[in-house]
């Protein structure tokens, strides 16, 4: 079984910074990409920013504010800087993984349980 554990969400004020992290455990042979995604009620879930070996994208309207970067020597963690914050940030921030699981063999899509960024005017 694979768990994604985020953290660092919570209240800032506009301008202000908040640094997510998650980190993957369990049964995980490797992992092929991280990612990070938002979520408001009522709207659909949409990526914020996604690493892979081959490199990053990010949302339009994230970029030049936020950062995702990878923990290489634990290769489980994923961090998401936020910098520059405006209340249309406001939303909950969930960590995926596309990884591969060893018991099991499998190929999944793994969810966090997900972590709130409010932003405030």
């Known amino acids: 079984q694979v768990q994604l554990v985020e953290s660092g969400g919570g209240l800032v004020q506009t301008g202000g910074s908040l640094r997510l992290s998650c980190v993957a455990s369990?049964?995980?042979?490797?992992?092929?990409?991280m990612g990070w995604y938002r979520q408001a009620p009522g709207k659909q879930r949409e990526l914020v920013a996604r690493?892979?070996?081959?490199?990053?994208?990010y949302a339009d309207s994230v970029k030049g504010r936020f950062t995702i970067s990878r923990d290489d020597a634990k290769n489980t963690t994923v961090y998401l800087q936020m910098n520059s914050l405006k209340p249309e940030d406001t939303d909950v921030y969930y960590c995926h993984a596309d990884l591969y699981t060893t018991t099991p063999v499998a190929y999944l899509g793994v969810w966090g349980q997900g972590t709130l960024v409010t932003v405030s005017s």
């Open positions: 369990g049964s995980i042979f490797s992992i092929n990409a």
């Open positions: 690493i892979t070996s081959g490199g990053t994208n």
